[in-house]
């Protein structure tokens, strides 16, 4: 299966997510941290605001590896229901067998 232009844009998210993780987490920390002076949490707000939205953990969405399909994509194995049945028809994945009754 080729790699479509689905694939390579959410990896592209994925590592600009990845980039800014820490800074977010420091961040959002210290805006909940209560014992600390308001300028300083209101200063971080600030700073928490420049990060850039698209490296938000929330804007990223599950794709399938191989065909890049955004839809019915199953977390175990990072791909399709449909490129599963695939694989699983042709005996890729050990473990599998195709039921029949």
């Known amino acids: 299966m080729e790699m479509n232009n689905a694939v390579l844009k ?7 997510v990845a ?3 820490q800074q977010r987490i420091l961040y959002k ?5 209560r014992s ?9 707000m600030l700073k928490l605001n420049k990060v850039s939205k698209k490296s938000s953990a ?16 199953l977390r175990a194995f990072k791909c399709s229901r449909i490129v599963l049945r695939e694989l699983v ?6 473990g599998f067998t195709k039921s029949s009754w």
């Open 58 to 73: 929330v804007r990223t969405k599950n794709r399938c590896v191989l065909s890049g399909r955004g839809k019915g994509v």
């Open 10 to 16: 959410d990896g592209n998210l994925r590592t600009l």
């Open 19 to 21: 980039r800014s993780e």
């Open 29 to 33: 920390a210290i805006l909940q941290d």
């Open 36 to 44: 600390l002076p308001q300028s300083l949490r209101y200063e971080f």
């Open 89 to 94: 028809s042709n005996g890729e994945i050990v």
